[in-house]
């Protein structure tokens, strides 16, 4: 399949890679974030970061449908954390999961 680049959203992720805020992609159903998650993922690797720096969750994956709240959304994401290097964390659809604000606060 062939993808759409995004280039001023990703310009946006780049631009702002090392600033200590969270990004937040929003859009209509279907209207490309989860691509646009893949671009910036694609980016990051020929850039030098790490696969392992990088947690991609999708909360209508039912691997994750066990993740129903923010406190076992922290207890998942936590032992995956690397402690000396930047991680880059990817939840889509993150809705599915109650007060996930809190989570992420906490790993900020």
């Known amino acids: 399949m062939n993808r759409i ?5 990703l310009d946006f992720l ?3 890679k090392d600033r200590q805020i969270v990004k937040v992609v929003s859009g209509i159903r ?3 974030k989860s691509t646009l998650f893949e671009i ?3 980016y990051l690797l020929e850039s030098g970061i790490a696969e392992e720096q990088l947690i991609f969750l999708n909360f209508e994956d039912l691997d994750f449908e066990h993740i129903t709240d923010y406190r076992k959304l922290y ?3 936590l032992p995956q954390l ?3 290097r930047k991680n880059y964390i990817f ?3 993150i809705q599915h999961v109650q007060q996930f604000e ?3 606060d906490s790993l900020l």
């Not at 680049?5 to 959203?9: G, K, P, Q, T």
């Open 5 to 9: 680049n995004r280039d001023e959203y």
């Open 30 to 32: 279907r209207c490309g």
């Open 14 to 16: 780049v631009r702002n």
């Open 82 to 84: 690397l402690p000396d």
């Open 102 to 104: 809190k989570a992420v």
């Open 40 to 42: 910036y993922r694609d």
């Open 91 to 93: 939840l889509d659809e």
């Open 75 to 77: 207890d998942y994401l």
